[in-house]
């Protein structure tokens, strides 16, 4: 049976997002490009490996501001990083086709935002986009809400340690997302970080921070 995407190649990959035995250029090259590849396919992840040991020996390493990496920060800020990546999961679920380029988009808006709070004039830089805005708000509500909303600690974080977790949570995705338009690569990262969370709150183990890709 032939690809039904080139019609010209031999089908020989079960794709679940066309059900249909597709072919492996095909599977390689529309991955989350064309297709919108569910996160359990095994191809998928074999690519992602693939792909990111490949960029991690070709392409220089995304910039880290290095004191946000130091195991001190992360455990000091982990609630914060945490409960912000459940906030994400929980949107990705209202909204399946969030991708990763939504949510750095997402992280852009929320730094300007709180970057003029931190400089004492006020100007909220929401995103246009719906389902970006939509993250926007929920990420928003989480860090100015009530303690007992946020299940993070009794007193409201400062701006600085908002805008410290927002700037490392966009370098963690930086190293994570593939330049594919459609990659969710970072975002199946926090949702098995939320979903471990969730049967252990707090366990900081759980925050998985990849060091080579």
């Not at 600085?160 to 690569?185: G, Y």
């Amino acid at each position: 049976m032939k690809c039904p995407l080139c019609e010209s190649r031999k089908g020989k990959r079960l794709c679940p997002a066309k059900t249909a035995q597709i072919c492996p250029v095909c599977c390689g090259a529309k991955r989350e490009v064309e297709i919108e590849c569910p996160s359990e396919c095994a191809y998928l992840h074999a690519g992602r490996e693939y792909e990111s040991g490949r960029l991690a020996r070709t392409v220089p390493p995304p910039r880290r501001t290095d004191r946000l990496w130091e195991p001190s920060f992360l455990s000091s800020h982990f609630q914060l990083i945490a409960g912000a990546s459940q906030v994400i999961a929980v949107t990705r679920r209202s909204f399946p086709e969030l991708a990763d380029s939504d949510v750095q988009a997402t992280f852009e808006s929320l730094l300007r935002t709180f970057n003029t709070l931190d400089k004492g004039i006020y100007y909220d830089s929401a995103p246009e986009r719906l389902i970006q805005r939509e993250l926007y708000v929920a990420l928003k509500q989480f860090f100015d809400g009530p303690a007992e909303a946020r299940l993070v600690s009794e007193s409201r974080p400062t701006t600085h340690q908002i805008l410290d977790t927002l700037q490392f949570m966009k370098e963690l995705s930086a190293q994570i997302t593939l330049p594919r338009p459609k990659s969710r690569a970072y975002l199946d990262h926090l949702d098995g970080v939320a979903r471990s969370l969730e049967k252990e709150q707090h366990s900081e183990s759980k925050l998985i921070v990849p060091t080579v890709f």
